[in-house]
């Protein structure tokens, strides 16, 4: 029995360093997956940062109250957060409150036509939702903006400063509602001396993406 015990031992122990070399050798070898590669196509999504878009709303010139204001309006969205517009209006003016107290009014006829073009910055803030009825959810976006441009108004051209701040409400990815509200400066001479005015506009329009 302790013949049997030795001689299995030694077997043991002859029989390690051919383990110890043949196992690194098994294990170093490569194993090759055999998967096929396929081509991947990416999808191609617009970038939808041109707008275009018309408005419609109030024009409060001072001293000459408040009448209805219409225009174009076209941008261009720089970074996600940054976009520039250029926007065009025109509205029509009344002295009639002039013609009350003075004789023949302040204009030669009863309105004149005022119009302006503006170049603005603009910067997105407070992204949000709004939520339609229980299960439809539409992406809102305010903003400021502010810019400079013309104004030509009673056979004065004047240079223009408008700031002010909007709410664009993102019907789907082309189409949004969009409101405005624009203080522009500019001077004015009519009534005798030449006076700095504020000019409040309040519109609302619709806006598409390309």
């Known amino acids: 029995m302790h013949t ?3 001689l ?3 077997l043991a122990t002859l029989s390690l360093p051919a383990l110890a070399q043949t196992t690194p050798a098994a294990a170093s070898q490569p194993i090759e997956p055999q998967v096929q590669r396929r081509e991947v196509k990416l999808p191609s999504y617009p970038s939808r940062d041109i707008a275009v878009g018309a408005f419609v709303g109030t024009y409060a010139t001072q001293n000459f109250g408040a009448a209805t204001v219409s225009g174009l309006r076209i941008g261009y969205h720089v970074t996600e957060d940054i976009f520039v517009d250029a926007t065009f209006g025109q509205s029509k003016v009344s002295d009639e409150a002039f013609r009350q107290v003075l004789p023949g009014g302040i204009f030669v006829d009863r309105t004149e036509k005022l119009s302006y073009y503006a170049v603005s910055a603009g910067w ?3 992204p949000g939702e709004v939520f ?3 299960s439809r959810a539409k992406a809102t976006q305010g903003y400021l903006v502010a810019g400079i441009g013309s104004t030509r108004f009673a056979g004065q051209r004047r240079q223009t400063v408008n700031v002010g701040f909007g709410f664009r409400l993102l ?3 082309r189409l949004a509602l969009q409101a405005d509200v624009r203080d522009h ?3 004015l001479d009519l009534l005798g001396k030449r006076q700095s005015t504020q000019n409040l506009e309040i519109t609302g329009g619709l806006t598409l993406f390309f």
Do not use: E, P, V
Request: positive net charge.
């Open 185 to 187: 400066m500019f001077s």
């Open 132 to 134: 339609l009825g229980r």
């Open 8 to 10: 299995s031992a030694l």
């Open 171 to 173: 019907w789907n990815d």
């Open 4 to 6: 049997k015990l030795i």
């Open 124 to 126: 997105n803030l407070l």
